[in-house]
């Protein structure tokens, strides 16, 4: 699938087959994973993936907003001590773009694969450092989803709305052809 097809398709699925997700489709959204940048371009910037349904449901217990039913999760997780120490203390917030980046990589990866994911993001830390036995210096900036989703046929989406283009200077409006 060209990119701007993915772009177009791409959505939050949050409903999945139960079907297993091909080895090859994982790494290649893994790859897709590690090719977003990262500021300094430091190794700060982890993964961990889930296809454990024992470790996908102690996930849940801890992250209620993942409403995802998938067979495979991909944690984002960043280790803040090395991000800042290389970075200065600006790591803390560039780590954090620099998940988003990752996140939007394997979406567009997953949509190009004909697979679903979505971006999720956990508020109880301390109960996602039990579940996958990460240390404190670590934070989990995503928890994102991978399968076949339910509903492929539907995921045309329409152009986004709440995104504004400034042209120049704040508020002069750039009209988009
Ligand atoms: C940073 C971020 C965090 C999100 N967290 C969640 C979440 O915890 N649970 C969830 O179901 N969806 C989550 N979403 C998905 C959004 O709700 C979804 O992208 C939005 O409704 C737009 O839908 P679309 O992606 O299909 O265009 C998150 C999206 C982003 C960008």
Redesign the pocket.
Known sequence: MQLFEALKR???H?NYLPDSVPREAIDKVLYAFSRAPTASNRPYRHVILVDDPRVIKAIHQVHP????NAPVLLVIFTDVTVATARTGPVGELSSLIDA?AAGENVLLAATALGLGS?????SHQAGIRVVLGLPDHCRVD?IMPLGVPVARESSV?SP?SGNTVHHNQFGVTYDLS
């Open positions: 791409r959505r939050a949050r907003a993942l409403l995802a988003g979505q971006f999720t993001m956990i995503l989406t986004r």
